[in-house]
């Protein structure tokens, strides 16, 4: 059974830094796209970020652009999201998710985690 | 960020059917693959469909999806209370390199 975990969420201040994890089991994590949405209190889905298998495609939301940045450790099936230069506009659920057709035609996500909460406040 | 369009809301009576439309542009869904993600309250989204029209292991047939041009159509037939919840669609976007998602369109079933 795929089984992701979100973690590294909480209460940061404006212009500060966080790391959020997502532990993934359940399958063969280093041959699988992951990605990254968020979801802003009472708002939409979002797309932060995604990355391929091996690292070597990598995207990201113009929102987050520079600020931002995902990587992966295939060794232990955990993906990451490095968040520098917080802003209030930050605040959201962050999830991660499977991300299958990455780099071959548009991309779904068919497993997500329960998500991690970022508040960015003063 | 590109957006794709979705009605904010639809609604219909218990086992009557209802779409829900997603626009967009020839930059996305024009030349992409389009997915729907249904997303209950207080919970994670989970994918709907994929490829424009297929479903997951486990999704009922009552789902459907289709696409034609610089549009896409998520149908479910049968309704039922269980499926009150917000569905979302989403795609890659050329213009920009990233993956979008409509605003998301909230299902009452009356």
């Known amino acids: 059974e795929v089984q992701l975990l979100e973690s590294g969420g909480g209460l940061i201040q404006p212009g500060g830094s966080l790391r959020l994890s997502c532990a993934a089991s359940g399958f063969i994590f280093s041959s699988f796209a992951m990605t990254w949405v968020r979801q802003a209190p009472g708002k939409g889905l979002e797309w932060v970020s995604g990355?391929?298998?091996?690292?070597?495609?990598?995207h990201y939301a113009d929102s987050v652009k520079g600020r931002f940045t995902i990587s992966r450790d295939n060794s232990k099936s955990a993906l990451y999201l490095e968040m520098n230069t917080l802003r209030a506009e930050d605040t959201a659920v962050y999830y991660c998710a499977v991300a299958t057709n990455w780099g071959i035609s548009a991309p779904y996500f068919d497993y997500w985690g329960q998500g991690t909460l970022v508040t960015v406040s003063s | 960020q590109s957006v794709l369009t979705q009605p904010p809301s639809v609604s219909a009576a218990p086992g009557q059917k209802v779409t829900i439309s997603c626009s967009g542009s020839?930059?996305?869904?024009?030349?992409?693959?389009v997915s729907w993600y249904l997303q209950l309250p207080g919970t994670a989204p989970k994918l709907l469909i994929y490829d424009n029209n297929k479903r997951p292991s486990g999704i009922p047939d009552r789902f459907s999806g289709s696409k034609s041009g610089t549009s896409a159509t998520l149908g479910i037939t049968g309704l039922q209370t269980g499926d009150e919840a917000d569905y979302y669609c989403g795609t890659w976007d050329n213009s920009v390199s990233a993956v979008i998602f409509g605003g998301g369109t909230q299902l009452t079933v009356l």
């Open positions: 990355t391929s298998g091996s690292s070597d495609n990598t």
């Open positions: 020839s930059s996305n869904i024009g030349i992409h693959y």
